[in-house]
């Protein structure tokens, strides 16, 4: 299946802006989680490898 709209982000980043000053601190998360940077270029090279495999 292909799902062209799909984000991936990590529990901080569906944390809601508790003060409202347009970004989420770490005081505000809800949930904390292992650091795991899904945007950055490793995910990128991983993602069109498996792409590429279908």
Same mark, same amino acid.
């Given at each position: 299946m292909?799902?062209? $709209?799909? /984000? &991936?982000v %990590?529990?901080?980043?569906?944390?809601?802006? &508790? #003060? @409202? #000053? @347009?970004? &989420?601190?770490?005081?505000?998360?809800?949930k904390?989680?292992?650091?795991? $940077?899904?945007? @950055?270029? /490793?995910?990128?090279?991983? %993602?069109? $490898? *498996? *792409?590429?495999?279908?």
């Amino acid at each position: 299946m292909d799902y062209p $709209e799909t /984000r &991936v982000v %990590r529990h901080r980043d569906l944390s809601p802006n &508790v #003060n @409202g #000053n @347009g970004e &989420v601190k770490p005081m505000e998360w809800t949930k904390a989680c292992p650091y795991f $940077e899904v945007k @950055g270029k /490793r995910w990128e090279k991983h %993602r069109k $490898e *498996i *792409i590429s495999q279908k």
